[in-house]
T-cell receptor, first 112, second 116 residues
Framework: DAGITQSPRHKVTETGTPVTLRCHQTENHRYMYWYRQDPGHGLRLIHYSYGVKDTDKGEVSDGYSVSRSKTEDFLLTLESATSSQTSVYFC???????????FGPGTRLLVL | AQKVTQAQTEISVVEKEDVTLDCVYETRDTTYYLFWYKQPPSGELVFLIRRNSFDEQNEISGRYSWNFQKSTSSFNFTITASQVVDSAVYFCALSGDRSNDYKLSFGAGTTVTVRA
């Protein structure tokens, strides 16, 4: 979707290093979300934001932190990456009456 | 707590066959929303449909149709006359309303393979 970008799209890192993923939206939506996708689990919510500087935890928040200093950017940080955080990470925003989430292209993260 | 169950892990069909994907959900909310998303091999997540808890009308969109039944907490998805391009992982998802910040709970997904 042209309105949501994620960077980087692919990243390989080593255990113990910090990693920051960025989600950028151009449509001024209030709600933004970070999910991770793993085989057998579908997508699981990590953290989400309901406004600038307003964030909350999701189902699998341990080992992750987020920040949202402006409407368009939502950052996900792995303070000290572990192999269990190898996954595909998707950012999402609400659009169209706020009930429907639309997803960015995803970031593939490999932690060695 | 919300829960979505997609019991079918994989389905393989021959082109032009119909395929039905099952989705069963659990929620205590009175107002909730049900979704289907498609994830083709390229990896992006494509929104297909949204249904709210007050609208039990079935919906048809081209070869796709959805059957929402509150009595059985199910929201099943049928692809009629399947095509190779329908090969993908399909996710069923559930969210509450604004009081729950519209957070989504996903099923594990069903991988559909359509063979020519």
């Amino acid at each position: 979707d042209a309105g949501i970008t994620q960077s980087p799209r692919h990243k390989v890192t080593e255990t113990g290093t910090p990693v920051t993923l960025r989600c950028h939206q151009t449509e001024n939506h209030r709600y933004m979300y970070w999910y991770r996708q793993d085989p057998g689990h579908g997508l699981r919510l990590i953290h989400y934001s309901y406004g600038v500087k307003d964030t909350d935890k999701g189902e699998v928040s341990d080992g992750y932190s987020v920040s949202r200093s402006k409407t368009e950017d939502f950052l996900l940080t792995l303070e000290s990456a572990t192999s269990s955080q190898t996954s595909v990470y998707f950012c999402a925003i609400n659009r169209g009456g706020k009930e429907t989430q639309y997803f960015g292209p995803g970031t593939r993260l490999l932690v060695l | 707590a919300q829960k979505v169950t997609q019991a079918q892990t994989e389905i393989s069909v021959v082109e032009k066959e119909d395929v039905t994907l099952d989705c069963v959900y659990e929620t205590r909310d009175t107002t909730y929303y049900l979704f289907w998303y498609k994830q083709p091999p390229s990896g992006e997540l494509v929104f297909l449909i949204r249904r709210n808890s007050f609208d039990e009308q079935n919906e048809i969109s081209g070869r796709y149709s959805w059957n929402f039944q509150k009595s059985t907490s199910s929201f099943n998805f049928t692809i009629t006359a399947s095509q190779v391009v329908d090969s993908a992982v399909y996710f069923c998802a559930l969210s509450g309303d604004r009081s729950n910040d519209y957070k989504l709970s996903f099923g594990a997904g069903t991988t559909v393979t359509v063979r020519a």
